[in-house]
């Protein structure tokens, strides 16, 4: 058994959740140190968003359990999620629109344990185009600047563990570089990050592991140059 | 004279403020529409009563004694949201519409208990209780002093909100709430604020008013129609859209009293159609958001050979009922007759149309005093006369209301039907030289040949089963189909040639005629109509009908309207039947969401689970 | 032989321009694709072709008649099939009955009492459903399809009229990568068959450089090149602000 205060991330046991009378993801076991990069791959509507729903308490699940830190989630309600380190970035971003860039921020602050809190000074140094537009209202912003909000309002909370759902979806691919260099950024600080992402040439430059989902189910595991160098996974799941 | 007029609409625009804030904050955060918040205004003002008739001789005793009250209020409302609304989160929006409507029964009846029946007068403001004369008008003190609380509870509640982190939380958890907990905002507490800081601005407004208005049992109704106009109006959400909307709406009010004393209402409801048809989301307002995980229609798939033959036997047993030799058997039934025509109306919009109107009973009031007045008029064949053009003169006037109404959508368009019912309540009181008021319109019997109460039973299950398999018939059509396209994907509809709201407002025209035919079958089997009839509760009685049956089955509305109305006849023998009412109705929407007809479906699902 | 001819199209939402000034023009049974970054405008011009959004200024005129400001109804009668990004048919009926839906309405039958809709040309809707490969679903509730068989209920949905123009948004967001490029050799297949020009969004670039004859790049609500595809993927400008190194 690990103690409660081990710094051990993100662990998911055989969980299984849905939508309805059906299942959409069935025994999805992962696990993400802190630290490390875990890409969760798969075809659209194959399970990679509802597993991170489920694991964020937004899906209820059928089965199975979610711990952070060695601390079981799985009961509890989605802001006490939120209160273990878990952070969530969602596929649409849902920023608050009618708030502005710094009330945006505000929102998403959550005291750290530690004295090396994020601060929207901090925030605005590590995403540059935030800065002029702090005061605008975030619906004036590109949707590049509106991806970058969403994970920096996200940060405020302070998470040890990042749930990132497809982040560079419909940026264009510069901004999806700049993008890049973040997430490095954050898992050198030690963030652990589960990410879901359709776009091969972002997850290849940041992610350490892959796991991928066909129908609901996790079909491989295994590390990103392992992957590489399986031409048959990735023809079978990834048409690539 | 007129500055008089103007500045007593400011001083009454002020009181709608307090209201209507804190019916829009409320609404913003939770996406309650809360039929309760007149009820905890009437709540401030007897609360006040008591504390100033104790306290209130000097100054020193009355201001703290008001402050008091609405904090009162303030943790009633916080109290009732623990207790009544928490349970209904996770329910589709009418059901927590009923929930809160039980809470105005069970208010009622509180109210009624510890207060008594008689109004109460308040006391004088201390220090404001003479006048000033302004232009040679006379003007109360007191109206000076609520011009000046309006903007500056106005300035209060808006710092409040933009400037603490507590403001910034709640305007996060009005726009997306889901998002707002995955950021480990605690949305249980959150909303409990706002409940007791919208509850506690409606029991500032109760008591502020009391010196003014007193205090009365009829209180919690009369201002709900008003204080949902000025949220309209000033746009669902926005404060600054509601103080500008009750300034507007408190002159129109005032206006409406000096130049249509017969009809005080209408001024100011069409005030709001106008607002609403060139801004369709109110002077402030922002359009609806998609409800996330929204929970799709229901379809209707003919019926199988079971479901025909337990209709037959039901049938037959209708038919053969008056072998049981019981009158009141019979009135009983002829109430469900005409109960279950009216429902199956309301169905009709609310589940294949999607149309969730709040002020349905107006159109079966509009047969029922168009039946009335028509066999009034007529010597001989008055009944069937009356009966033939009531669906027709009902159907007219929904099919003008219906005009406006079908171009809002949502929470909007709900509110315009209840804005209409009250104007047609409102004629009915008002207009006395054709309603008789209060006192409604008596002696109006069948005719002869149908003046039994078998024969007349008869005649009521055979009008009521035409129009309903008429209405199911419709639901099978293709119009039917087209109508429901528009409810699954309005914009998806509209590209495969469907004019949608073309098809919605016939479809509210044909709910409106259907329940003109009830009210007027219903006129002939009480002998007499009176305004009640196109009342809020009417409305509320149909809407509790329908869910009670369940909205996914057209079975549900004529099954809920039975189990309603036996259920109303056995609770109306005791003294606090509204308070049972209320219980029941809460009961009902938190542990039986798919109704009645929903039950087979749901032990389906419950055994399913245990065998897993 | 220009088929649909949008020209200075433009419109502002508050502050924000979100398309300014834009021309282009389909041919017959030309694909044209529409490409930009998110926020782009694809959206709001393709909503305003369709008649979903009203325009600020421009005109757009469909085989030399005005249809500028045509209700989304209109454009339907007039020969124009439209499917929308985020698939959603009836989720209360089944294939068979939102097809029939889409017959009743071509008919002018949607007033009717007189019958029930489930018996309203069956073999028709039928038909309608094996065009787009949907045969063995057509009893199936549409809230039980997969994805990619509710995109090919949409499909079949803008059929329903034998259209001239189809209006495509994101035909293939949220497919599969095969059922993607399938998806796109049946509208080909369709369009080539029936003689239907088709202007189209994507976001799938291997979709777009297969399947456009000509592709638009609109950026910041305006038209940034308009050319082949060979032409397009050299454009130094379009890899500046879309495309980047990796295409």
């Known amino acids: 058994m690990t103690s409660p205060q081990a710094a051990n991330g993100l662990t998911i046991e055989n969980i299984s959740a849905g939508y309805g009378q059906a299942l959409a993801i069935r025994d999805i076991s992962l696990t993400v140190a802190p630290g490390q990069v875990v890409a969760l791959l798969g075809r659209n509507g194959a399970g990679k968003s509802t597993t991170l729903k489920a694991v964020m308490g937004m899906l209820h699940l059928r089965s199975g359990s979610v711990s952070m830190d060695g601390v079981t989630v799985s009961n509890r309600p989605v802001h006490a999620r939120a209160r273990t380190g878990i952070g969530y970035v969602p596929e649409d971003r849902r920023i608050f629109t009618g708030l502005t860039v710094s009330e945006n921020l505000e929102a998403g602050r959550r005291p750290a344990d530690g004295t090396d809190a994020w601060t929207p000074k901090k925030l605005f140094d590590l995403f540059p185009n935030l800065a002029p537009a702090r005061d605008r209202h975030a619906a004036q912003l590109s949707g590049g600047e509106q991806q970058m909000l969403a994970l920096a309002r996200t940060l405020m909370g302070n998470p040890r563990m990042l749930l990132l759902d497809e982040p560079s979806e419909g940026l264009a691919p510069v901004i999806v570089d700049a993008l890049a260099q973040v997430v490095k950024t954050l898992k050198q600080e030690g963030l652990g990050i589960l990410l879901c992402e359709q776009n091969t040439v972002f997850t290849a430059k940041v992610a350490d592991r892959a796991a991928i989902i066909e129908s609901g189910s996790l079909q491989y595991e295994g590390s990103m140059s392992e992957l590489a160098l399986d031409d048959a996974v990735r023809k079978r799941y990834l048409a690539v | ?612 | 032989m220009t088929l649909l001819d949008v020209q200075r199209l433009s419109k502002r939402f508050g502050a924000v321009s979100a398309v300014d000034n834009v021309s282009f023009d389909v041919a017959r049974t030309e694909m044209l694709a529409i490409i930009g970054p998110n926020g782009a405008g694809k959206s709001t011009c393709f909503n305003m072709i369709g008649g979903q959004i009203e325009p600020d200024m421009g005109t757009v005129l469909f085989d030399g008649t005005d249809i500028t400001r045509d209700t989304p109804q209109k454009l339907f009668r007039s020969g124009i099939g439209r499917t929308f990004q985020i698939a959603a048919v009836f989720q209360s009926m089944n294939v068979r009955e939102v097809l029939q839906t889409a017959l009743l309405s071509r008919d002018g039958r949607t007033a009717s009492f007189l019958f029930p809709a489930r018996r309203y040309k069956g073999e028709e809707a039928d038909e309608l459903a094996a065009s787009v490969g949907l045969q063995d679903f057509l009893n199936t509730e549409c809230r039980a399809l997969s994805y990619g068989d509710l995109k090919r209920v949409e499909l079949a949905l803008a059929l329903a009229n034998r259209p001239r123009l189809l209006l495509m948004d994101e035909p293939t967001a949220g497919m599969a990568p095969d059922g993607r490029q399938q998806m796109m050799r049946l509208v080909r297949s369709l369009a080539d068959k029936s003689g239907i020009s088709v202007l189209f969004t994507e976001h799938d670039m291997d979709v777009v450089f297969n399947h456009a004859d000509r592709i638009l790049v609109l950026n910041k609500g305006q038209v940034l090149a308009l050319d082949t595809p060979d032409e397009i993927r050299a454009d130094p400008a379009v890899q500046a602000v879309y495309l980047g190194e990796e295409a």
């Open chain 2, 1 to 612: 004279m007129l500055t008089g007029q103007i500045l007593t609409g400011l001083a009454g625009a002020s009181v709608l403020f307090f209201i209507a804030a804190g019916l829009s904050l409320i609404f913003g955060v939770t996406k309650i529409v809360n039929f309760a918040h007149g009820s905890f205004y009437m709540l401030g003002a007897y609360i006040a009563y008591t504390l100033t008739e104790a306290f209130g001789a000097s100054g020193l005793g009355f201001w703290p004694s008001i402050l008091l009250s609405a904090l009162a209020v303030g943790m009633i409302g916080a109290l009732a949201e623990i207790t009544v609304l928490k349970p209904v989160y996770k329910a589709p929006p009418l059901f927590q519409l009923l929930v809160t409507f039980g809470l105005v029964l069970i208010i009622e009846d509180l109210t009624l208990l510890v207060w008594g029946p008689e109004d109460r007068l308040g006391q004088r403001a201390p220090g404001l209780s003479g006048a000033v004369e302004l232009l040679g008008t006379q003007i109360p003190s007191y109206d000076f002093f609520l011009i000046a609380a309006g903007p500056v509870v106005l300035g209060l509640v808006w710092l409040l909100l933009n400037k603490t982190r507590w403001g910034i939380l709640v305007r996060a958890a009005t726009e997306d709430r889901e998002m707002a907990a995955a950021l480990g905002i605690d949305q249980r507490i959150l909303f409990t604020g706002v409940f007791f800081l919208g509850s506690a601005l409606a029991g500032l407004g109760g008591a502020l008013q009391l010196p003014k208005g007193g205090a009365d049992l009829m209180m919690d109704l009369t201002v709900i129609a008003p204080a949902f106009v000025v949220v309209v109006v000033g746009g669902m959400g926005s404060l600054t859209g509601a103080y500008v909307a009750a300034v507007v709406i408190g002159l129109a009010n005032t206006f409406g009293v000096v130049l249509l004393p017969q009809a005080t209402l209408v001024l100011m409801f069409l005030v709001m159609a106008v607002v609403l048809l060139l801004r369709p989301h109110g002077l402030f307002g922002q359009p609806e958001r998609a409800e996330r995980g929204h929970t799709p229609g229901a379809g209707y798939p003919a019926a199988g050979a079971m479901e025909k033959a337990i209709w037959s036997v039901v049938l037959i047993g209708a038919l053969l009922l008056p072998l049981a030799q019981d009158d009141f058997i019979l009135v009983l039934a002829t109430d469900i007759a005409v109960a279950a025509l009216f429902a199956t109306s309301l169905h009709f919009l609310l589940g294949p149309a999607g149309l969730v109107s709040f002020g349905h009973a107006a159109y079966f009031a509009i047969g029922a005093y168009a039946a009335a007045l028509i066999s009034q008029q007529i010597d001989g064949p008055g009944m069937e006369i009356a009966l033939a053009s009531a669906p027709v003169l009902a159907g007219a006037a929904a099919l003008l209301f219906g005009w406006f109404c079908v171009r809002l959508s949502g929470i909007y368009f709900a509110m315009l039907t209840l804005a209409v019912a009250q104007i047609v309540w409102s004629l009915c009181v008002q207009w006395t030289d054709l309603t008789g008021g209060d006192d409604g319109l008596l002696g109006l019997w069948p005719s002869d040949w149908a003046d039994s109460r078998m024969v007349y039973y008869y005649l009521t299950l055979a009008l009521s089963l035409a129009a309903i398999l008429l209405l199911r018939r419709a639901v099978h059509a293709p119009f039917g189909f087209a109508l429901r396209a528009g409810r699954d994907a309005k914009a998806r509809a509209e590209a495969i040639g469907i004019d949608v709201m073309h098809q919605q407002w016939l479809a509210f025209a044909l709910a409106g005629a259907a329940a003109g035919l009830a009210g007027a079958l219903f006129v002939f089997s009480k002998g007499s109509i009176f305004p009640d009839e196109a009342a809020i509760p009417r409305s509320v009685d149909a809407l509790v009908m329908v869910l009670l049956g369940g909205v996914g089955h057209l079975a549900g509305p004529v099954l809920g309207s039975a189990a309603f109305t036996l259920l109303h006849d056995q609770l109306s023998r005791f003294d606090q039947w509204r308070l049972l009412l209320g219980i029941v109705i809460i009961l009902v929407s938190t542990l039986a969401p798919a109704g009645l007809s929903g039950l087979p479906a749901m032990i389906r699902a419950f055994a399913m689970r245990r065998r897993i």
